[in-house]
């Protein structure tokens, strides 16, 4: 257990509907990442916070993605109109803002699966 | 960030050293290696990282050859739990960036009794 929690662990949806994802960083952590891993890849970097702002997103975050930090605490991770290309596992990660080590601590992740 | 080569799979047998490679012949002054191994079903976990000497923790050691284009990564008596997927990831030093973690797609390291 690395200190990172994400809910739920699995979530199935059909196709159209929306989704949230949750993750509780650790705490002193004021750096959260947002990852996208589908089988047999790794994982794929998807959205950066550094306190409740959101300073990078990836291509691969589309219009139908939002991701939020209200208070630069949990973050979540939506997605509306799912479609069954968004199956896959979502990661979050963090870590703490001194030093120059990127050493992430990830949870342990969202299974979404879109029928 | 500097992109990174590595072997699909590798078995090792039990209580041996595993000595994973990997290839980033493109990597710059300013650029750490790092290494992280991610267990069926869970998250990524840090292992180690170094910049040009080699090091050693209480799970693995990497070597880092002279001119930094390859490094190794080894677990000294691999045990069944080390069977996973290992990611050798080369990322800058710089605070201000995000410094995302570019993942390729690993080596599944399987540790046979």
């Known amino acids: 257990d690395t200190g990172v929690s994400q809910d739920p662990r699995h979530k199935i949806t059909k196709r159209g509907q929306n989704v949230t994802f949750r993750c509780d960083p650790i705490?002193?952590?004021?750096?959260l990442y947002w990852y996208r891993q589908t089988l047999g890849q790794g994982p794929e970097f998807l959205t950066y916070?550094?306190?409740?702002?959101?300073?990078?997103k990836s291509r691969l975050l589309s219009d139908r993605f939002s991701a939020e930090r209200p208070k630069g605490s949990f973050s979540t991770l939506e997605i509306q109109r799912t479609e069954q290309g968004d199956s896959a596992m979502y990661l979050c990660?963090?870590?703490?803002?001194?030093?120059?080590?990127?050493?992430?601590?990830f949870g342990p992740g969202t299974r979404l699966t879109v029928l | 960030d500097a992109k990174t080569t590595q072997p699909t799979s590798m078995d090792c047998a039990e209580g041996r050293a595993a000595n994973l490679p990997c290839n980033h012949s493109?990597?710059?002054?300013?650029?750490?290696v790092y290494w992280y191994r991610q267990i069926h079903s869970q998250g990524p976990q840090y292992i180690i990282h170094?910049?040009?000497n080699n090091e050693t923790n209480e799970m693995a050691s990497l070597i880092i050859t002279e001119d930094r284009k390859s490094s190794t990564l080894i677990l000294p008596h691999a045990t069944l739990r080390d069977t996973a997927v290992y990611y050798c990831?080369?990322?800058?030093?710089?605070?201000?960036?995000?410094?995302?973690?570019?993942f390729g797609s690993g080596t599944q390291l399987t540790v046979l009794p």
């Open positions: 990660a963090s870590r703490p803002s001194a030093g120059g080590h990127n050493e992430q601590f």
């Open positions: 705490s002193e952590h004021n750096r």
């Open positions: 916070f550094q306190n409740e702002a959101q300073l990078e």
């Open positions: 493109t990597i710059s002054g300013n650029e750490y």
């Open positions: 170094g910049l040009k």
């Open positions: 990831i080369v990322s800058r030093i710089s605070s201000g960036s995000a410094r995302q973690l570019t």
